[in-house]
Protein backbone atom coordinates (compact mmCIF):
# COMPACT_ATOMS: atom_id res chain seq x y z
CA UNK A 1 0.00 0.00 0.00
CA UNK A 2 0.82 3.60 -0.31
CA UNK A 3 1.55 5.46 3.00
CA UNK A 4 2.57 8.80 3.69
CA UNK A 5 4.07 9.66 6.78
CA UNK A 6 3.60 13.44 8.26
CA UNK A 7 6.22 13.87 10.30
CA UNK A 8 9.37 12.04 11.34
CA UNK A 9 9.51 12.90 14.92
CA UNK A 10 10.05 9.56 17.46
CA UNK A 11 6.95 8.44 16.09
CA UNK A 12 6.58 9.20 12.62
CA UNK A 13 10.13 7.74 11.42
CA UNK A 14 9.67 4.56 13.66
CA UNK A 15 6.26 3.68 12.24
CA UNK A 16 7.22 4.72 8.54
CA UNK A 17 10.90 2.70 8.45
CA UNK A 18 8.69 -0.25 9.81
CA UNK A 19 6.09 0.23 7.56
CA UNK A 20 8.43 0.09 4.54
CA UNK A 21 10.43 -2.89 6.33
CA UNK A 22 7.17 -5.05 5.80
CA UNK A 23 6.26 -4.19 2.13
CA UNK A 24 4.46 -0.87 2.02
CA UNK A 25 5.65 1.98 0.18
CA UNK A 26 6.46 4.68 2.02
CA UNK A 27 6.98 8.39 1.63
CA UNK A 28 7.95 10.70 5.06
CA UNK A 29 6.93 14.52 5.12
CA UNK A 30 8.68 16.82 7.26
CA UNK A 31 8.86 20.85 7.00
CA UNK A 32 12.62 20.26 8.09
CA UNK A 33 15.07 20.64 5.39
CA UNK A 34 17.78 19.96 7.47
CA UNK A 35 16.53 16.94 8.99
CA UNK A 36 14.57 15.42 5.63
CA UNK A 37 18.55 15.66 4.02
CA UNK A 38 19.98 13.91 6.59
CA UNK A 39 17.22 10.78 6.74
CA UNK A 40 18.15 11.04 2.63
CA UNK A 41 21.80 9.93 3.31
CA UNK A 42 20.54 7.21 5.97
CA UNK A 43 21.28 8.97 9.51
CA UNK A 44 19.24 8.67 11.53
CA UNK A 45 18.02 12.31 13.96
CA UNK A 46 17.06 10.26 16.84
CA UNK A 47 18.73 7.49 19.16
CA UNK A 48 17.11 4.30 18.70
CA UNK A 49 18.46 0.72 18.33
CA UNK A 50 17.73 -1.17 14.85
CA UNK A 51 16.67 2.57 13.52
CA UNK A 52 19.78 2.81 11.90
CA UNK A 53 20.12 -0.31 10.52
CA UNK A 54 16.82 0.32 8.67
CA UNK A 55 17.66 3.76 7.02
CA UNK A 56 20.62 2.40 5.85
CA UNK A 57 19.22 -0.39 4.23
CA UNK A 58 17.09 1.58 2.32
CA UNK A 59 20.24 4.59 0.88
CA UNK A 60 21.91 2.02 -0.02
CA UNK A 61 19.77 -0.29 -1.75
CA UNK A 62 19.70 -3.31 -0.05
CA UNK A 63 16.15 -3.36 1.03
CA UNK A 64 14.22 -6.50 0.19
CA UNK A 65 10.57 -5.07 0.22
CA UNK A 66 8.62 -1.74 0.04
CA UNK A 67 9.94 1.63 -0.34
CA UNK A 68 10.88 4.52 2.24
CA UNK A 69 11.50 7.98 1.25
CA UNK A 70 11.92 12.01 2.37
CA UNK A 71 10.76 14.75 1.71
CA UNK A 72 9.20 18.53 2.11
CA UNK A 73 7.34 18.81 -0.39
CA UNK A 74 3.57 18.18 0.73
CA UNK A 75 1.64 18.27 -2.48
CA UNK A 76 3.97 14.98 -3.52
CA UNK A 77 3.26 13.54 0.12
CA UNK A 78 -0.73 13.93 -0.11
CA UNK A 79 -0.87 12.63 -3.76
CA UNK A 80 1.57 9.47 -2.57
CA UNK A 81 -0.58 8.06 0.14
CA UNK A 82 -3.85 6.21 -0.03
CA UNK A 83 -3.52 6.30 3.87
CA UNK A 84 -2.40 9.22 5.51
CA UNK A 85 -0.49 9.36 8.42
CA UNK A 86 -0.22 12.40 10.84
CA UNK A 87 2.53 12.11 13.43
CA UNK A 88 3.56 15.40 14.65
CA UNK A 89 3.87 16.82 17.65
CA UNK A 90 1.42 17.63 20.22
CA UNK A 91 3.33 19.24 22.58
CA UNK A 92 1.39 20.44 25.91
CA UNK A 93 -0.34 23.89 26.32
CA UNK A 94 0.50 26.66 28.88
CA UNK A 95 -2.31 24.86 30.97
CA UNK A 96 -1.34 21.18 30.20
CA UNK A 97 -3.84 20.60 27.62
CA UNK A 98 -2.39 18.95 24.46
CA UNK A 99 -1.59 21.70 21.51
CA UNK A 100 -3.44 20.15 18.31
CA UNK A 101 -2.64 22.81 16.15
CA UNK A 102 -0.16 20.73 14.01
CA UNK A 103 -2.43 18.10 13.44
CA UNK A 104 -4.87 20.26 12.39
CA UNK A 105 -2.30 22.02 10.10
CA UNK A 106 -1.29 18.50 8.15
CA UNK A 107 -5.25 17.70 8.07
CA UNK A 108 -5.73 21.10 6.00
CA UNK A 109 -2.90 20.34 4.16
CA UNK A 110 -3.71 16.70 3.04
CA UNK A 111 -7.48 18.60 1.84
CA UNK A 112 -5.67 21.56 -0.31
CA UNK A 113 -3.97 18.95 -1.79
CA UNK A 114 -5.62 15.67 -2.71
CA UNK A 115 -7.05 14.27 -5.24
CA UNK A 116 -9.01 11.28 -4.81
CA UNK A 117 -10.22 9.31 -1.61
CA UNK A 118 -7.82 9.21 1.82
CA UNK A 119 -7.68 7.56 4.88
CA UNK A 120 -6.25 9.90 7.11
CA UNK A 121 -5.46 8.76 10.58
CA UNK A 122 -3.67 10.16 13.47
CA UNK A 123 -1.14 8.90 14.83
CA UNK A 124 -0.07 11.26 17.06
CA UNK A 125 -1.28 11.10 20.54
CA UNK A 126 -4.34 13.62 20.72
CA UNK A 127 -7.40 13.86 23.06
CA UNK A 128 -10.83 12.89 22.79
CA UNK A 129 -12.66 14.91 19.70
CA UNK A 130 -9.50 15.65 18.05
CA UNK A 131 -10.78 13.45 15.11
CA UNK A 132 -14.10 15.13 14.85
CA UNK A 133 -11.90 18.86 14.47
CA UNK A 134 -9.48 17.04 11.70
CA UNK A 135 -12.78 15.91 9.97
CA UNK A 136 -14.10 19.22 9.99
CA UNK A 137 -11.15 20.76 8.84
CA UNK A 138 -10.71 18.69 6.08
CA UNK A 139 -14.65 19.34 4.82
CA UNK A 140 -13.32 22.85 5.05
CA UNK A 141 -10.89 22.77 2.98
CA UNK A 142 -12.39 20.89 0.61
CA UNK A 143 -15.45 23.03 0.12
CA UNK A 144 -13.00 25.93 -0.59
CA UNK A 145 -11.89 23.92 -3.15
CA UNK A 146 -15.35 22.88 -4.35
CA UNK A 147 -14.44 19.45 -4.52
CA UNK A 148 -15.87 16.83 -2.78
CA UNK A 149 -13.09 13.81 -2.26
CA UNK A 150 -14.32 10.90 0.00
CA UNK A 151 -11.90 10.71 2.96
CA UNK A 152 -12.52 9.10 6.45
CA UNK A 153 -10.53 9.94 9.91
CA UNK A 154 -9.41 7.35 11.78
CA UNK A 155 -7.23 6.76 14.86
CA UNK A 156 -4.58 4.87 15.54
CA UNK A 157 -2.33 5.00 18.62
CA UNK A 158 1.23 3.88 19.00
CA UNK A 159 2.31 1.74 22.28
CA UNK A 160 5.78 2.48 21.41
CA UNK A 161 8.70 2.49 24.12
CA UNK A 162 11.87 4.26 23.60
CA UNK A 163 14.59 2.11 23.23
CA UNK A 164 12.67 -0.74 21.84
CA UNK A 165 10.38 1.29 19.42
CA UNK A 166 11.19 -1.04 16.55
CA UNK A 167 10.58 -4.61 17.97
CA UNK A 168 7.15 -2.87 20.00
CA UNK A 169 6.14 -2.11 16.08
CA UNK A 170 7.35 -5.28 14.75
CA UNK A 171 5.42 -7.31 17.18
CA UNK A 172 2.72 -5.47 18.70
CA UNK A 173 0.68 -6.82 21.70
CA UNK A 174 -2.20 -4.95 19.58
CA UNK A 175 -3.25 -3.00 17.43
CA UNK A 176 -5.94 -0.36 18.40
CA UNK A 177 -7.78 0.70 15.38
CA UNK A 178 -10.62 3.56 15.93
CA UNK A 179 -12.78 3.94 12.95
CA UNK A 180 -16.79 4.88 12.36
CA UNK A 181 -16.09 3.87 8.64
CA UNK A 182 -15.74 -0.15 8.50
CA UNK A 183 -14.34 0.09 4.86
CA UNK A 184 -11.25 1.81 6.46
CA UNK A 185 -11.16 -0.20 9.54
CA UNK A 186 -10.88 -3.46 7.39
CA UNK A 187 -8.01 -2.08 5.49
CA UNK A 188 -6.44 -0.78 7.87
CA UNK A 189 -6.45 -4.11 9.43
CA UNK A 190 -5.13 -5.41 6.39
CA UNK A 191 -2.40 -3.02 6.60
CA UNK A 192 -0.78 -4.26 9.92
CA UNK A 193 -1.66 -8.04 9.10
CA UNK A 194 1.96 -8.61 7.89
CA UNK A 195 2.61 -7.87 11.98
CA UNK A 196 -0.40 -9.18 13.94
CA UNK A 197 -0.14 -12.96 14.11
CA UNK A 198 -3.67 -13.10 16.01
CA UNK A 199 -6.45 -11.04 14.19
CA UNK A 200 -8.04 -10.44 17.52
CA UNK A 201 -5.53 -8.20 18.56
CA UNK A 202 -6.80 -6.02 15.70
CA UNK A 203 -8.86 -4.07 18.38
CA UNK A 204 -11.15 -1.95 16.07
CA UNK A 205 -13.46 0.12 18.41
CA UNK A 206 -15.06 3.82 17.62
CA UNK A 207 -12.82 6.70 17.20
CA UNK A 208 -13.65 8.42 20.55
CA UNK A 209 -12.51 5.35 22.33
CA UNK A 210 -9.39 4.65 20.75
CA UNK A 211 -8.41 8.23 21.54
CA UNK A 212 -8.85 7.82 25.06
CA UNK A 213 -6.96 4.59 25.27
CA UNK A 214 -3.79 5.97 24.30
CA UNK A 215 -3.97 8.34 27.70
CA UNK A 216 -5.40 5.34 29.64
CA UNK A 217 -2.79 2.91 28.54
CA UNK A 218 -0.07 6.24 29.74
CA UNK A 219 -2.27 6.95 32.83
CA UNK A 220 -1.73 3.26 33.78
CA UNK A 221 1.70 2.92 33.75
CA UNK A 222 2.25 6.19 35.24
CA UNK A 223 0.34 5.47 38.26
CA UNK A 224 2.42 2.38 38.73
CA UNK A 225 5.45 3.72 38.95
CA UNK A 226 4.19 6.46 41.08
CA UNK A 227 2.06 3.47 43.52
CA UNK A 228 5.87 1.71 44.20
CA UNK A 229 7.65 5.03 44.54
CA UNK A 230 5.65 6.08 46.90
CA UNK A 231 5.77 2.90 48.46
CA UNK A 232 9.39 2.80 48.48
CA UNK A 233 9.70 6.21 50.41
CA UNK A 234 7.58 4.34 52.89
CA UNK A 235 9.82 1.50 52.80
CA UNK A 236 13.04 2.91 53.63
CA UNK A 237 10.96 4.76 56.54
CA UNK A 238 9.88 1.38 58.33
CA UNK A 239 13.21 -0.91 57.57
CA UNK A 240 11.68 -2.96 54.70
CA UNK A 241 13.45 -3.55 51.12
CA UNK A 242 11.13 -2.15 48.32
CA UNK A 243 13.21 -4.66 46.21
CA UNK A 244 11.83 -7.69 48.37
CA UNK A 245 8.30 -6.11 48.00
CA UNK A 246 8.50 -5.73 44.39
CA UNK A 247 9.43 -9.34 44.02
CA UNK A 248 6.56 -10.45 46.71
CA UNK A 249 3.61 -8.38 44.72
CA UNK A 250 5.16 -8.93 41.25
CA UNK A 251 4.44 -12.95 40.70
CA UNK A 252 0.46 -11.80 41.13
CA UNK A 253 -0.93 -12.45 37.96
CA UNK A 254 -3.09 -9.57 38.59
CA UNK A 255 -0.15 -7.53 38.92
CA UNK A 256 3.24 -8.20 37.21
CA UNK A 257 6.85 -6.95 37.77
CA UNK A 258 6.35 -4.51 34.51
CA UNK A 259 6.42 -0.97 35.25
CA UNK A 260 7.49 -1.55 39.35
CA UNK A 261 10.83 -0.40 39.57
CA UNK A 262 11.45 1.87 42.50
CA UNK A 263 13.66 5.64 41.08
CA UNK A 264 13.38 8.65 40.79
CA UNK A 265 10.53 9.56 38.89
CA UNK A 266 9.29 9.31 35.40
CA UNK A 267 10.29 11.36 32.46
CA UNK A 268 10.09 11.47 28.95
CA UNK A 269 7.85 12.76 25.77
CA UNK A 270 4.75 10.90 27.29
CA UNK A 271 4.14 10.19 30.53
CA UNK A 272 4.15 14.14 31.75
CA UNK A 273 2.57 15.47 29.28
CA UNK A 274 -0.49 12.46 28.81
CA UNK A 275 -0.82 12.61 32.11
CA UNK A 276 -1.21 16.66 32.43
CA UNK A 277 -3.10 16.26 29.16
CA UNK A 278 -6.17 13.91 30.78
CA UNK A 279 -6.05 15.82 33.94
CA UNK A 280 -6.77 18.82 31.34
CA UNK A 281 -9.68 17.12 29.61
CA UNK A 282 -11.28 15.86 32.82
CA UNK A 283 -11.65 19.41 33.94
CA UNK A 284 -13.06 20.26 30.79
CA UNK A 285 -15.77 17.56 30.63
CA UNK A 286 -16.40 18.46 34.19
CA UNK A 287 -14.86 15.03 35.89
CA UNK A 288 -11.93 16.33 37.63
CA UNK A 289 -8.61 13.10 37.89
CA UNK A 290 -8.09 13.15 41.71
CA UNK A 291 -5.29 10.02 40.37
CA UNK A 292 -4.04 11.50 37.65
CA UNK A 293 -3.39 14.73 39.89
CA UNK A 294 -1.77 12.38 42.38
CA UNK A 295 0.38 10.75 40.08
CA UNK A 296 2.05 13.92 38.53
CA UNK A 297 2.25 15.08 42.59
CA UNK A 298 3.94 11.68 43.55
CA UNK A 299 6.49 11.99 40.52
CA UNK A 300 7.41 15.57 41.08
CA UNK A 301 8.23 14.87 44.51
CA UNK A 302 10.30 12.07 43.19
CA UNK A 303 12.74 13.72 41.12
CA UNK A 304 14.03 15.78 44.09
CA UNK A 305 14.81 12.61 46.53
CA UNK A 306 18.00 12.22 45.08
CA UNK A 307 19.07 15.71 45.61
CA UNK A 308 17.21 15.82 49.26
CA UNK A 309 19.37 12.23 49.99
CA UNK A 310 22.40 14.35 48.47
CA UNK A 311 21.84 17.60 50.48
CA UNK A 312 21.48 15.63 54.23
CA UNK A 313 24.32 13.63 53.76
CA UNK A 314 26.30 16.72 53.23
CA UNK A 315 24.60 18.53 56.13
CA UNK A 316 22.95 21.05 53.58
CA UNK A 317 26.44 22.19 52.85
CA UNK A 318 27.35 21.33 49.06
CA UNK A 319 29.02 24.46 47.88
CA UNK A 320 32.01 23.81 46.40
CA UNK A 321 31.02 19.62 46.34
CA UNK A 322 32.16 17.78 43.05
CA UNK A 323 29.44 15.57 42.12
CA UNK A 324 29.91 12.90 39.75
CA UNK A 325 25.93 12.01 37.17
CA UNK A 326 25.81 9.22 36.11
CA UNK A 327 22.92 9.14 33.25
CA UNK A 328 21.38 11.96 31.87
CA UNK A 329 18.68 10.72 29.09
CA UNK A 330 15.51 10.51 31.07
CA UNK A 331 15.90 6.35 30.34
CA UNK A 332 18.37 3.59 28.94
CA UNK A 333 18.59 3.09 24.95
CA UNK A 334 17.93 6.95 24.15
CA UNK A 335 19.53 10.10 24.11
CA UNK A 336 15.95 11.68 25.07
CA UNK A 337 16.20 14.14 27.85
CA UNK A 338 12.89 15.57 28.00
CA UNK A 339 11.64 15.79 31.83
CA UNK A 340 14.51 13.81 32.54
CA UNK A 341 14.91 13.53 36.03
CA UNK A 342 18.51 14.66 36.13
CA UNK A 343 17.99 17.47 34.96
CA UNK A 344 15.66 18.36 38.40
CA UNK A 345 18.60 17.21 40.27
CA UNK A 346 21.45 19.14 38.40
CA UNK A 347 19.66 22.09 38.09
CA UNK A 348 18.99 21.77 42.62
CA UNK A 349 22.96 20.46 42.77
CA UNK A 350 24.20 24.22 41.00
CA UNK A 351 21.29 26.07 42.81
CA UNK A 352 23.60 24.79 46.16
CA UNK A 353 26.33 25.43 45.07
CA UNK A 354 27.74 22.26 43.97
CA UNK A 355 29.69 21.43 40.83
CA UNK A 356 28.60 18.99 38.37
CA UNK A 357 30.56 16.29 36.00
CA UNK A 358 28.51 14.13 33.84
CA UNK A 359 28.31 10.82 31.90
CA UNK A 360 25.77 9.35 29.87
CA UNK A 361 26.38 6.80 26.86
CA UNK A 362 24.83 9.07 24.59
CA UNK A 363 22.86 11.88 25.72
CA UNK A 364 26.41 13.59 25.70
CA UNK A 365 25.75 15.59 22.10
CA UNK A 366 22.08 16.81 23.37
CA UNK A 367 22.61 17.77 27.11
CA UNK A 368 24.52 21.05 26.57
CA UNK A 369 21.22 22.07 25.16
CA UNK A 370 19.20 20.78 28.23
CA UNK A 371 21.48 21.54 31.03
CA UNK A 372 23.42 24.56 32.67
CA UNK A 373 26.75 25.32 30.44
CA UNK A 374 28.88 24.71 34.28
CA UNK A 375 28.27 21.30 33.54
CA UNK A 376 31.81 19.36 33.07
CA UNK A 377 30.96 16.42 30.51
CA UNK A 378 33.15 13.25 31.08
CA UNK A 379 34.74 11.04 28.65
CA UNK A 380 33.80 7.56 29.73
CA UNK A 381 31.86 6.89 33.25
CA UNK A 382 35.14 6.50 35.36
CA UNK A 383 36.64 9.65 34.30
CA UNK A 384 33.05 11.38 35.86
CA UNK A 385 33.62 9.71 39.74
CA UNK A 386 37.48 11.50 39.13
CA UNK A 387 37.78 13.40 42.51
CA UNK A 388 34.23 13.65 43.05
CA UNK A 389 32.82 13.85 46.85
CA UNK A 390 29.89 11.70 45.37
CA UNK A 391 28.40 9.40 42.49
CA UNK A 392 24.80 10.31 41.65
CA UNK A 393 23.09 7.75 39.47
CA UNK A 394 20.12 8.79 37.45
CA UNK A 395 19.60 6.38 34.44
CA UNK A 396 19.60 2.50 33.98
CA UNK A 397 22.38 2.52 31.74
CA UNK A 398 23.72 -1.36 31.80
CA UNK A 399 27.04 0.17 31.32
CA UNK A 400 26.49 1.62 35.24
CA UNK A 401 25.50 -1.46 36.53
CA UNK A 402 28.50 -3.49 35.54
CA UNK A 403 31.48 -0.93 36.71
CA UNK A 404 34.05 -2.34 38.68
CA UNK A 405 33.75 -1.18 42.05
CA UNK A 406 36.88 -1.25 43.07
CA UNK A 407 37.87 0.85 40.43
CA UNK A 408 34.72 3.23 41.17
CA UNK A 409 36.21 3.83 44.71
CA UNK A 410 39.27 4.49 43.78
CA UNK A 411 38.37 7.01 41.41
CA UNK A 412 36.26 8.91 43.77
CA UNK A 413 37.43 11.22 47.06
CA UNK A 414 34.55 9.94 48.79
CA UNK A 415 33.70 6.70 48.68
CA UNK A 416 29.49 7.92 48.58
CA UNK A 417 27.07 6.73 46.15
CA UNK A 418 23.59 7.97 45.71
CA UNK A 419 21.76 5.26 43.66
CA UNK A 420 18.72 6.52 42.07
CA UNK A 421 18.15 3.14 40.67
CA UNK A 422 19.00 0.52 42.76
CA UNK A 423 21.51 -0.95 40.66
CA UNK A 424 23.27 -2.83 43.71
CA UNK A 425 23.14 -4.53 46.47
CA UNK A 426 23.60 -2.64 49.66
CA UNK A 427 25.27 -5.59 51.20
CA UNK A 428 27.81 -5.89 48.52
CA UNK A 429 28.09 -2.05 48.29
CA UNK A 430 28.77 -1.59 52.20
CA UNK A 431 31.16 -4.56 52.06
CA UNK A 432 33.38 -2.68 49.83
CA UNK A 433 33.43 0.03 52.22
CA UNK A 434 30.96 2.46 50.44
CA UNK A 435 28.11 4.75 52.09
CA UNK A 436 25.50 3.87 49.74
CA UNK A 437 21.73 5.24 49.44
CA UNK A 438 19.19 4.05 47.24
CA UNK A 439 15.35 4.08 46.47
CA UNK A 440 13.36 2.53 49.33
CA UNK A 441 15.68 -0.07 50.73
Not at 234 to 257: C, M, N, T, W, Y
Not at 325 to 333: E, I, Q, R, S, T
Request: proline fraction near 4%.
Amino acid sequence: MNITIIGTGYVGLVSGACFARVGHDVLCLDVDERKINTLKQGISPIVEPGLDEILQEYHSGKARLGRLRFTTDVVEATRHGDWQFIAVGTPPDEDGSADVRYVLAAARNIARHMDSRKWVVDKSTVPVGTAKLVAQAIQEELAKRGVDHAFAVLSNPEFLKEGEAINDFMHPDRVVIGADNAEAAEQMCDLYAPLVSDPSRCVVMDVASAELTKYAANAMLAARISLINEIANLASKVGADIEQVRRGIGFDPRIGHHFLAAGVGYGGSCFPKDVQALMRSGHTAGEEMHMMHAIESVNTRQKSKLFEALNQYFAHDLKGKKIAVWGLAFKPNTDDMREAPSKVLIEALFKAGACVTAYDPVAMDIAPTQLPQQVEYAENALHATQGADALAIVTEWPVFKHQDLSALKQHLKRAVVFDGRNLFSPKKMQALGFHYWSVGR
